[in-house]
């Protein structure tokens, strides 16, 4: 079961979709729910930052992503994970 206090760590989200998300994985404790992976985060927006930057390709990132976290991620997710970063840190 899980309490209050495991919501609202920010530690864990309920699963959408079926998907698990780029720097997620599923919860062996929380059934239907996702627990963060803090390297993949951390390397996702170091990647979101070269894109944005101009410094890479969403290709290239994508790219960079996979050798730093092996896990794949393509260039149109990146985009989309991109374009929500621009999103939420502007309103």
């Known amino acids: 079961m899980i309490n209050e206090q495991d919501l609202s760590s920010d530690s864990l989200r309920p699963v959408r979709n079926g ?16 627990e963060p992976i803090p390297d993949q985060l951390e390397h996702l927006q170091k990647a979101i930052g070269y894109v944005q930057r101009g410094d890479l390709s969403l290709r290239n990132a ?30």
């Open 62 to 91: 994508a790219d960079w992503l996979f050798t730093k976290t092996g896990r794949k991620i393509s260039a149109m997710g990146l985009s989309k994970l991109s374009k929500n970063s621009i999103r939420s840190a502007s309103g």
């Open 19 to 34: 998907v698990v998300p780029f720097g997620y994985r599923l919860s062996d404790d929380h059934a239907g729910f996702l």
